[in-house]
């Protein structure tokens, strides 16, 4: 049995050093439910840390410690952290007002670089959160088809409304129990309209759309698997997807959440050469702000323009996450494709260094993904879908997070590694160097 060497002393190492996070983490459960403001939080070793900065690629944490950061607050920060001239963009618009429940410049200033960028996108509308945006465009494609459900896959994450959160990580267990149906995450919520297939299994989208065709009104994907595995596409099958809901009459739907202004400046979309109907994005949009989009082709969005599908919120286009986006946006279509793809490179360095440096060691790693978001297991091969993700060890995974974490390098518990624009080459050595002492 394989196991990650001096797992119990790493664990004393961090703790002896986070004494500050752990008081504040006491305190915060006294008043704020489980002490964190998103329950996923809730699994970091040994306790959830607090944080006081962050710069570039690194943060850093209450007691002093800095680390470099490859869980880029969960994606967004494509950027790196506290990017200047975003920063500075927020500050100039929180000194004009922050928020005004009316139109402003900013609005359109956004809205048009967007429409310039996504290559489905011929009108956008803003939300707050990805949760919110994704509802929108099911409810838009309920509304052009008449049709009451839609299609997802095992694994995908889509937010957590009732209707989406259904077998996003259902345990061997529940696979069987639930033989097909859609699986509940947590209590209390309401059985939903969704049909589950598996990713990269055009078998199974048949199946489901024999079967319920005619009430299906959309499929919704990650166009790349991030949130579990971080899988892509396999070849064709994105394509497969776009002909099954033009010969059924549903639409077709990326959330692009995570993939988007990442895998490309136009996304996955653009990535991989398949234009979809609607597009959701957050995350990266915002430049670290609360901001998220819907973009889609202009006959579908006209119901949203002209009010019979209701689109509403009160922060709706904000001003400050739409400072923050123009100065994000604006940065990042400045890469062009050169940056994008010297970033993909940076990052498939990493990728090879972490494979070649846990397997020298005995450890049997493999990484799956694609360019700037990918995942390391500890398993054999790289999964082609969610329930392939299951063979992998997730207490070495585990155990070598919190190895790193003892050496200055943070990382999320699932396994997914994001890289940004901020680190440099100096800083994938530094990590391969860490990976190396944490399994020595
Ligand atoms: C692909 C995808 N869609 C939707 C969401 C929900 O976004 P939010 O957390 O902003 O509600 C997420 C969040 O991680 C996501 O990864």
Redo the contacts with the bound molecule.
């Keep these: 049995m394989q196991s990650i060497p001096g797992a119990a002393e790493r664990e004393r190492s961090v703790r002896g050093k986070t004494r500050g996070s752990l008081d504040r983490f006491e305190r915060s459960n006294r008043s704020l439910a489980g002490g964190v403001s998103?329950g996923l939080r809730r699994s970091a070793r040994p306790y959830p840390l607090f944080f006081s900065r962050g710069e570039g690629p690194r943060m850093v944490d209450v007691d002093g410690n800095a680390y470099l950061d490859f869980a880029l607050a969960?994606?967004p920060l494509i950027l790196g952290h506290n990017p200047p001239e975003v920063s500075e963009a927020i500050r100039r618009q929180a000194a004009l007002g922050t928020t005004f429940g009316a139109q402003h410049e900013l609005e359109y200033e956004v809205a048009e670089r967007l429409v310039a960028a996504v290559p489905c996108a011929d009108l956008v509308c803003y939300a707050n959160?990805?949760?919110?945006i994704?509802q929108g465009a099911l409810r838009l494609a309920r509304a052009v088809t008449g049709r009451p459900r839609y299609l997802k896959f095992e694994g995908?994450?889509?937010?957590?409304d009732d209707s989406v959160l259904v077998s996003y990580h259902p345990r061997a267990d529940e696979i069987a129990r639930f033989d097909g149906e859609p699986v509940p995450v947590g209590e209390g919520q309401l059985p939903g309209p969704a049909v589950v297939a598996e990713w990269n299994d055009c078998a199974s989208v048949a199946r489901a759309f024999k079967a319920h065709g005619r009430e299906i009104s959309a499929i919704v994907c990650?166009p790349l698997l991030?949130?579990s595995g971080s899988i892509p596409p396999e070849p064709g099958f994105l394509e497969f997807l776009r002909r099954v809901t033009r010969e059924s009459g549903a639409l077709l739907i990326f959330?692009e959440?995570?993939t988007g202004f990442r895998l490309a400046y136009g996304g996955a979309q653009e990535r991989y050469g398949v234009l979809p109907d609607l597009a959701?994005f957050?995350?990266a949009v915002g430049g670290g702000t609360?901001l998220?989009v819907l973009g889609g082709r202009r006959e579908y969005m006209e119901k949203i323009a002209g009010g019979s599908v209701v689109h509403a919120g009160t922060l709706n286009g904000n001003p400050i996450s739409l400072a923050a986006a123009k100065a994000a946006l604006d940065l990042l279509a400045a890469k062009g494709t050169e940056g994008y793809a010297a970033l993909r490179c940076r990052a498939e360095r990493l990728r090879e260094g972490l494979e070649s440096t846990l397997g020298a060691r005995g450890f049997s790693v493999s990484t799956c993904g694609d360019g700037p978001v990918f995942s390391l297991a500890f398993a054999a091969r790289p999964p082609r879908n969610y329930r392939e993700t299951l063979c992998a060890s997730q207490q070495l995974y585990s155990d070598f997070a919190l190895a790193m974490l003892d050496e200055g390098v943070l990382l999320l518990p699932d396994g997914r590694w994001y890289v940004s624009f901020a680190h440099r080459d100096a800083d994938i050595d530094e990590t391969l160097a860490a990976a190396a002492r944490a399994v020595a």
Aim: charged share 15%; net charge negative; proline share 4%.
């Design positions: 998103t969960w994606g959160s990805g949760t919110e994704v995908h994450y889509h937010g957590w990650e991030a949130n959330d959440v995570i959701t957050a995350k609360p998220s």
